[in-house]
């Protein structure tokens, strides 16, 4: 790439800013918009007459008519979409899907991906993200080299072998239009290649020459490529690799845990981080300023969102409100109605609102992934600020981990377990465990209160692992890849006593 390039390129990235401004500017008139869109291209749909799309006039007639889902209660209709029926849950056939798989322990849910959602929604959240970073950094020379974008593979469905199915990611660097393929790296045969062990290698190989200006992908992933070049290179810095590397755009887990691990091997004052919360179902916000943790929402995508309140969830009390209505300082659960045929979709993640002018959000967990076996109501925000208080406090860096409850028997107290696997181990474990003690009273007041004194709950019990052993147990159950992720908060025991007894 050339310096005319991303002259030429930046100039369209600085027009496409003006998209945002409306997100920012007419936020609820963007969702009142989405949702009559939505409504009027499905209301010739299975799903649409049977809910009587064509006579909804407003959200709440919306709220009350239609009914909430969980991927169970909506899977019937997307099976028989996978098997080629036309205008069941979106208009036409859906031809795409996205294989997801959020945690380690879960079963994979195939999510449809029509051809609106694939330009309305992730495209077009992508070029978003990008006219955001060109606004905020019109210096920028991204775009003089390529972006190495770690990706997922396609596979065939069973149920329908001419359909599309694989990672998300897959999907999109199939179809990516052919100007911003000429943005990325590698080619599609090494980007798509099925065998994760031998694809990082590709990737290294391919790369480590390359004039590489920005890296995309879920932070596990990428920080193995990177240690991979450096290993091949000798070399302990990739900046000696790749001079002018200056964005990562992240997404897919929180970052905080892997941002000093970066920092060590980078080097790099000019690289900046980029986050995106892009998920299989669709591309929902974007990073907006510099070194800020939240996100604006992208409200003008094909996406129409919906809130429950996680209190009011965890007490089974589903109601539902819209944009116009949230509180910042709330978790919050997150639906979606979407322009791949998703209706008032329990996605999984929990969101907390910084802001409402513009809208704003952090992911602050995932609604089935939290401890609550004794009242203390812990749930991933709590672990992930207790945890990078600790570790800046004992200069520990964690790879992973993961925490269950351990429940009362004859003999034993209640607590809770970690297991974790360090890149760099404390010098004093003890003094380790009571610092992430107190920092998880500071942050949970429930948790403080049945810590008192002892009674109910024991201080966490932490396990230290091998380097590599979260990497070797997913292995062993053929979940490699981006899209897999380890369960950091269960409140039962079934993924610890798995990893346990694959180590013993």
Known sequence: MSSLSNYFLKTYFQKKYR?????????????????????????????????NYKNIQSYEQYAENVSINT???????????????????????????????????SKSKFIPVTWESLIECNYKGGKESLALYVKNR????????ETLS???????????????CGD?????????????????????????????????????????????????????WILIILKRIMEIENTDTIQSIWANLELFMHGGVNFSPYEPQFKAITNNDKLWY???????????ATQDRPHSQDMLL??????????????DYMEENYKTISLEDIKTDTNYVLLISTNAGLWRYIIGDVVKFTSTNPYRIIITGRNTHFINAFGEELILDNVEKALAKTCQQTHAIVNEYTVAPIYFSDGEKASHEWLIEFKQAPENME?????????????????????????????????????????????????????????????NRDVIEDIKKFIS
């Open 274 to 284: 980029w986050q995106m919360y892009n998920a299989s179902e669709g591309y929902f």
């Open 71 to 105: 991927y169970e209660s909506i899977y019937p209709f997307i099976e028989r979409c996978i098997k080629g029926e036309s205008n069941v849950l979106w208009r036409g056939k859906t031809r795409m899907f996205s294989k997801s798989s959020g945690t380690s322990g």
């Open 168 to 220: 998300m990611s897959a999907v999109l660097i199939k179809y990516i239009p052919e100007w911003a393929n000429r943005l990325r790296t590698p080619p599609k045969h090494i980007a798509l290649h099925p065998d994760w062990n031998l694809k990082l290698d590709l990737f290294a190989n391919y790369t480590k020459k390359q004039n590489i200006t920005g890296l995309a992908g879920v932070p596990s």
């Open 138 to 145: 019109p210096d920028t020379c991204l775009f003089t080299g």
């Open 150 to 164: 770690l990706t997922g593979s396609l596979r065939e469905l069973e149920l329908n072998p001419k359909a599309v």
């Open 19 to 51: 998209d945002v401004t409306q997100i920012v500017e007419e936020p609820l008139l963007c969702q009142k918009k989405c949702l009559q869109y939505l409504l009027h291209a499905a209301q010739h749909t299975e799903w649409g007459k049977t809910y």
């Open 431 to 491: 003094q380790f465990t009571n610092l992430l003690d107190k920092e998880l009273m500071k942050v949970n007041s429930d948790y403080e209160a049945k810590r008192t004194a002892d009674i109910l709950l024991q201080k966490p019990i932490i396990q230290s692992l091998p380097q590599g052993t979260f990497l070797r147990w997913m292995s062993s159950k053929n979940k490699l890849g981006g899209q897999y992720k380890v369960i950091r908060l269960s409140n």
């Open 298 to 311: 992208l409200l003008n995508n094909g996406v129409f969102f919906e809130f429950i309140a996680l209190t």
